[in-house]
């Protein structure tokens, strides 16, 4: 019996309407049969794009293809494999990849402790940012492998200066998307939390950093995809040890197969990074896990 | 518990922008809400009733006149004044309980003192089993709800309610109503409510104060005389209508003043009074038909354009 003209005119499009919820209601009882479904299929398709992508491979370097691009000389996925396990037996393998783990881990880690709370500090203080941003801004552009020399100049060793590169990959993506989650932040939530009592600290801990956490965690899965990016580039330029400098060294020395196999280390590794970056995610953020769940 | 406190604003003036945009959005308002009163604030939109609210919660500050809270003048935002806002302002990544708990702990209180506090008002508002949930996971009403414990929580001294019901379906919104009724007069804390839906603020208050827009300024002052406690059978008593008809007369004739004034008077002038009328002559059928009270009749569920055909049918 109310008014509803009026009502719907204050209504504005952001505003989430009552409406979906009778929907959500009637969906939530098959949604444990879907997902399995939904896994099953992933699996399959996974597995079917797996073996098409290997298939092609090992047509074209059977039958050693030449089609402007040349497959003459490259190895056939059996003697990748064959690389793989001859390289596995041998320690010096294991701790190329021990390195490139380790460095990601710093430099990945780092570019998280340091770019988070500049990003809170910037998005949220505008004076802050005023003084900041611009440097950060002109010194953005420049690729993380363009550090390379100077990075050496820079850093005392060899393997401080490559965990530096690889903090500047990851460095960026973060900083920007932190600094985009912070400015993106409805503004009734500061007004609730400020009504409530909370100090500017308490606001900071409380509010700004976990609204603007699914942008962070956009920024790191960027920037995890990025650090690689840059520690593979400043492995095979500078490096001692790493998957990098195994690939690169693989090409020096022509062994074929296993600058496939340090390929596809590098993809294998860099995708399980990525996945944790995304587990941790959802681990730190239950609420928006519900939400994209729902959103199905 | 602490006490109820008066909120007071004196010839407060609000400006906002500056060079060209500046105008004048509170134009020497004042009014006044005694301890546990419960007063309401309607007008059309853009009239400034939410920058007077904004001023109470500490979000805007008058470039001239006065608001305080027990004489005390009003600076910044803090937890004596709690307010329930329009949107739905729950934290999504905090659940139900934590949401409620937010205005302890930001104070300081043990993680143990508030979490029993907090399901201790889930459970009184039948809320306790939706103590895990996340807002995502609650209906627009229980969302309300919720923000409403949440404000409480922390035992204000003065409820600032910005339009807290406007984004709900009619029937859920006079179950709010009522809702609130039962609380306010369980707590009897002072409470601020902006509204535009002039049979809530009847419904809900001891006083209405009637504002005009563009520049915003108290337009009258109205003492609801109905008995407490109250229900949804009021709604339909003689002088709950004539309450109404008071208010919506002069919220008519000031639409119709407003005409090609102001942005709120262009937008709302030219299809507003036309829609009250609408209302009215619908609302006399259905009362001389002896359909009074049906909560579910198209008139309150559907939208607006679909009034006149209702109106045909029901002739």
Redesign the interface.
Known sequence: ????????????PD??S??T?TSRAATRSSVPRDRARRLFWALVSTALSLGLFLLVWYIATLYRVELYVRFTNIPTPGAVFDAFIVQIQIPAFQTHIVNSVRRIAIGFGMAVIVAVPLGLAIGRYERFRALVYPAIDVLRPIPAIAWVPMSIMLWPTNETSICFITFLGAFYPILVNTIGGVTAI?A??L?????????EM?LLR??VL??A?PHIFTGATVGIGVAWVSLIAAEMISGQFGIGYFTWEAYALVQYADIALGMATIGLLGFLSSEIVRRAGELV????A??VQ?RH | MNTAATLEMNNATVVFGSGATRHTVLDRVSLLVRPGEFVSLIGP?GCGKSTVLNVF???VRCVAGTATLDSRAIT????D???V?????L?????VQRNVE??L???GVSRRVRAAKALRLLEHAGLAQYADR????L???MKQRVGII?AFA?DPRVL?MD?PF?????Q???TMQQLLTNIWEEHRISVLFVT??V??AVFLSDRVFVMSAAPGRVLRELSVALPRPRDADL?DTAAFLEHVHEIRVLVRREGLVGIGESPAGATHGE??PE??EL?QVLRALLRREGLVG??E?P??????EDLPEELERVL
């Open positions: 019996m109310k008014n509803q003209t009026d009502l719907t005119a204050t209504l504005g505003l989430p009552t409406l919820l409805d009734v939530y007004r609730a939390a400020r009504t409530l009592g909370a100090s308490f409380t509010v976990p609204a956490l953020m239950p609420g928006l519900f939400r729902e | 939109s919660a500490g979000f910044r935002p803090g937890p004044r709690s307010v806002f329009q949107q739905y302002s934290f999504p990544w905090l659940n937010y205005g702990r930001a104070l996340y807002p995502d996971q209906s627009g009403g949440r922390t600032l339009e406007s984004a709900l379906d009619a859920t919104r006079s535009h839906d049979e809530e709604v299809d507003l829609e009250l209302e049906i909560g009749s008139a309150g569920t559907t939208h607006g």
